[in-house]
């Protein structure tokens, strides 16, 4: 019976201090918030619901690829309060240990092969088909940039578990090849050419189709970048990608896609930071909206930085 008490009361002591941090009175002036493209309209909901409790307190978003909006912490020194990208591993190669201390993994996507009603061969694409559909010279197709975009690198690991899946040896050459005047920095800025009928299919993340009402294509498990059970058959795929320095290259393998949260050292307004992170974590709160928006939640999960997370945050995470 001791034991039950003492366990209810530490669940009772976690409860409280989510809310506490969540709703603490401390929490004024501007927050700043670095986000992916991607997370662009669940992060609109949660801001909104945050601002609630907040009033007084002034949100500021810039959306970028995550590899730029990284850049923009590590190079350009821009003040951030939190960010939040698409690959936790942006994070821990292009920020820690010099400009941040920790990463939270909070939520997972899958690639998909989006289009309209006015794409060509809307009507004949499939699961089957859609690599030779795309090869085809009258159906354009975009995608973001690797060097800035997640989805930019995870459409070229695509593309060559395609290659492998489907046994067509050429296929990577052929598609990467293909259409590079519509290669934009991040994968939302395709949207608008999808609209105005310049393309007719964008390598994008699933939740994004979800979440404007776009058709697509589900990817194989052996190709989507989404199940962990195919960790291996991934990793066996990679694409080279720009470093920290100037002609530095890093190397990045498949393997199933996972977004990261971290605040970084500079961050102008820790408090309001800390309080916005774990609104993001909490099941009730940015959780909920993440996952009504096509992105399943992780939390908890492992991480290689747990001794390094503020002991506020530690309950989102598992311990390496």
Not at 9 to 34: P, W, Y
Not at 47 to 75: M, W
Not at 149 to 157: A, I, K
Not at 277 to 287: C, D, K, Q, Y
Request: aromatic fraction near 10%.
């Amino acid at each position: 019976m001791k034991k039950i008490i003492i366990l209810l009361a530490l669940i009772s002591l976690t409860n409280c201090s989510k809310e506490n941090i969540q709703n603490s009175d401390t929490i004024s002036g501007r927050v700043i918030i670095f986000h992916a493209g991607s997370l662009s309209l669940p992060f609109k909901e949660i801001i909104e619901e945050f601002n609630v409790l907040h009033p007084d307190l002034e949100i500021l978003t810039e959306i970028a690829g995550s590899r730029a909006c990284a850049r923009k912490i590590s190079e350009l020194n821009k003040p951030c309060d939190v960010f939040a990208s698409a690959d936790y591993t942006v994070i821990n190669n292009l920020l820690i240990p010099e400009h941040a201390e920790w990463n939270i993994k909070f939520v997972t996507n899958e690639m998909a092969i989006v289009f309209h009603d006015e794409s060509k061969y809307s009507d004949e694409i499939t699961a089957d088909n859609w690599y030779q559909i795309l090869q085809k010279d009258d159906a354009v197709f975009a995608r973001s940039n690797p060097d800035a975009d997640p989805c930019g690198y995870r459409t070229v690991l695509t593309i060559k578990l395609a290659e492998k899946y489907y046994g067509q040896t050429d296929l990577s050459e052929i598609l990467l090849e293909k259409n590079l005047e519509y290669i934009r920095p991040k994968e939302t800025d395709l949207l608008a050419l999808l609209e105005v009928n310049e393309i007719d299919y964008i390598f994008l993340y699933k939740s994004v189709a979800l979440q404007h009402g776009l058709r697509f294509i589900n990817l194989p498990d052996q190709v989507n970048l989404r199940t962990p059970q195919f960790a291996d058959l991934y990793s066996t795929v990679s694409v080279d990608l720009s470093g920290t320095k100037p002609g530095e290259i890093i190397t990045k393998f498949g393997e199933p896609m996972v977004y990261g949260i971290t605040i970084p050292k500079s961050s102008p307004n820790q408090d309001a930071a800390l309080a916005f992170v774990s609104f993001v974590l909490s099941t009730e709160n940015g959780m909920k909206i993440l996952e009504e928006n096509g992105q399943p939640g992780i939390v908890p999960a492992v991480s290689e930085t747990y001794d390094s997370i503020p002991e506020a945050l530690k309950h989102y995470v598992l311990g390496y």
